[in-house]
């Protein structure tokens, strides 16, 4: 699936579940299994903690990017890095809060494409 952005157009079928159910299903099952490691290897923590730890990791996320924007030489492997942390602290977030990020996700996403759906029509970019 390919998607042509620039114009508001969409290759993508967003009109039926085909597109929404996998994310949906596959985010459920991927944090159903950082929950069971979380629990397994690591103390229980508030959701509160996990915010914090994310945006800490968003944080050096960002530096990293700012310093590649501002020329200076990057690993690769560090952004690699710190995006991965970015993700476990989500989970681990969600988690906490009892946050269904599949389902989460699923409806956000339906949200901003009915939005880009709505601008398109009036020739706005979403």
Same mark, same amino acid.
């Given at each position: 699936m390919m998607s042509n952005a620039h114009n508001g157009e969409s290759t993508?079928?967003?009109s039926n579940e085909d597109?929404?159910?996998?994310? !949906?299903n596959n985010l459920q099952q991927i944090q159903t299994l950082f929950? $069971?490691?979380q629990q397994a290897c690591f103390q229980a923590r508030p959701p509160e903690f996990f915010a914090l730890e994310l945006c800490g990791e968003a944080g050096e996320l960002a530096n990293l990017e700012k310093k590649?924007? !501002? %020329? !200076?030489?990057v690993n690769p492997h560090d952004i690699s890095d710190e995006a991965a942390d970015v993700?476990? $602290?989500?989970?681990?977030?969600a988690n $906490?809060? %009892?946050?269904?990020?599949?389902e989460a996700v699923r409806a956000k996403?339906?949200?901003?494409?009915? !939005?880009?759906?709505?601008? $398109?029509e009036q020739d706005e970019t979403y």
């Open positions: 993508f079928d967003l597109f929404y159910e996998p994310i !949906k929950d $069971a490691y590649r924007w !501002k %020329g !200076k030489a993700l476990i $602290a989500l989970m681990n977030f $906490a809060s %009892g946050i269904n990020l599949g996403l339906i949200r901003i494409e009915n !939005k880009r759906q709505r601008l $398109a």
